[in-house]
């Protein structure tokens, strides 16, 4: 059986809202509640209030035993905005936003609680992450001989190394010229 409860209008804005939901969703009401007692965040307050109304609703409303219930949902919805301004330089004004949220927790006796995965760590440095992928592959070189004898390398396709033009032949002394 599933029951709900909804904080309407909290003025905290749903973005930082959805940062603690985020933590108790699945989890079991006592898991719940321990973890939301020891958060420092203002949304943490908020959600635990909302939490032990459904608790509460739980166990009057619907006669549910506490130790059985979790956390099924956790949703914050956006709430209106409440729009003010503030002076600024010059005589301009700049806006501000004041954002409000819905805060609904649905609890559960259906589930069982799944067990935590452990999360897998990610690689810090650049060195690291290095390691786990397969090396490049690298181009070979091929010794290609000239005519006079001499050895350089190149690519196995590249096309013979061009040689530099003459210098043109310099207009014919003054002697001739006469």
Do not use: C, W
Not at 39 to 65: D, G, H, W, Y
Not at 111 to 117: D, Q, R, T, W
Not at 141 to 169: I, L, M, R
Request: aromatic share 4%; net charge positive.
């Amino acid at each position: 059986m599933q029951v709900t409860s909804t904080y309407r209008f909290a003025r905290i804005s749903a973005f930082k809202a959805r940062e603690v939901t985020r933590e108790i969703q699945g989890r079991s009401v006592s898991d719940a509640l321990d973890l939301l007692a020891f958060s420092p965040k203002k949304a943490a307050l908020l959600v635990k209030k909302t939490l032990k109304s459904a608790i509460a609703n739980a166990e009057n409303n619907a006669e549910l035993r506490v130790d059985t219930l979790l956390v099924k949902e956790a949703v914050i919805g956006e709430g209106p905005t409440f729009k003010r301004f503030r002076a600024r330089a010059r005589g301009s004004a700049g806006s501000l936003r004041k954002r409000t949220s819905h805060i609904r927790i649905v609890l559960s006796d259906d589930l069982v609680p799944a067990a935590e995965k452990p999360r897998k760590k990610r690689p810090s440095s650049k060195a690291a992450r290095s390691e786990t992928r397969p090396p490049k592959k690298q181009t070979k070189t091929v010794a290609a001989v000239k005519k006079g004898g001499e050895q350089t390398s190149a690519a196995p396709n590249a096309p013979d190394p061009v040689k530099p033009a003459e210098p043109a032949a310099e207009a014919k002394s003054g002697e001739e010229k006469e």
